[in-house]
């Protein structure tokens, strides 16, 4: 076997650069899917079974191809999406879409691409493809889930087969600038862990490899959730967020808004006893309910009650219906990733 030339082999230290080097360059700044969220890269997002990742991976991509608002307030550019919904089937796509306000087939739709029936094997050669024919576009992909695109791990090493098998996936799309990958998994029985990271299924491969992690923490029962995020793009963040007939939306019009919501619900924690009132008695007497009325009823303040109630609202406790009137949510229909 011939053996490499001393005098010709690559010196370990040809790709070396200095800090003067670093400090000299402009390079160009981040960019993002989801402004403040979703980075260029790969974004792992990570919830419950049953939360509702599909809903929200969906609202993104309709979002992302039409130009609109993501989450119901962030404005997103328009670029081509690649969705690989490896654990659903056309008429499940349809009925997603249509709930979701989508029914009629316009242009911008074309921009929407969905793969459903993949092995492992190919779906790196899905991403490439459709990487070559959009990379100028900086195409968004969602995979759907990270579970039904690699095989079963065995044997030891575990960390490093995690964090190789999505190193694996983020090469794609970094080889294609402002591109990104959102990829979809689940949480493990820890989810409840302080540590947000801890809860994700697997190994903290999977966290390292990624640029971004979201991860959607949500009471089953309830439409408020918090969607937590780490990255090393931008700050760490914790965002109020509500859950409701298919829609994902932030609570309030922004992230600054968003962020406060989730610190005003997390020092709340308990409800108080006024609002456990109003919470019991809008689920005894379910027709929407005037603030003033729901004082009446109960014997209180009518201004602290319609300050409580507000409050209700916008975290995501109670639902606000035509004419300043207000209802408990209704029981879950199960929107899930059935």
Known sequence: MNQPNPSTAPHPLDAAFSAHTVLSTDYPPVEFTVPGLVP???????????IGKSWFVLGLAVACVTGGYALGSLKVAQRPVLYLALEDGPRRLKSRLNKLGVSEPDDAYYRLTFLVDLTDSSVDSAMREFLT?????????????????????TGNDAYGKDYNDLARLKRHVDSYPGSSLIVVHHTNKRSGDEDFLGAISGTQGLAGAADSTLMIRRDRRKGQARLQVTSREIPEGEYAVTFENGYWNLVGHDLKE????????????????????ILEHLHKYPEPHRPKDIAVALG?????????????????????????????????????EM
């Not at 900086?138 to 995979?143: A, D, F, R, V």
């Open 300 to 336: 209180e303040d009518p201004e602290k009650v319609g300050t409580y109630i507000r409050r209700l609202s916008e975290t995501g406790r109670i639902q606000k219906k035509e004419r300043g009137k207000y209802a408990a949510l209704p029981e879950p229909d199960l929107l899930d």
């Open 40 to 50: 260029e890269g790969l974004t792992l997002l990570v919830a419950s079974p049953k």
């Open 258 to 277: 968003a962020a406060a919501a989730a610190r005003e619900s997390e020092q709340m924690g308990v409800l108080g006893d006024l609002q456990t009132r």
């Open 133 to 153: 024919a959009n990379g100028a576009q900086k195409p968004l992909i969602i995979l759907d889930t990270l579970g039904r695109a690699r095989g079963v791990h």
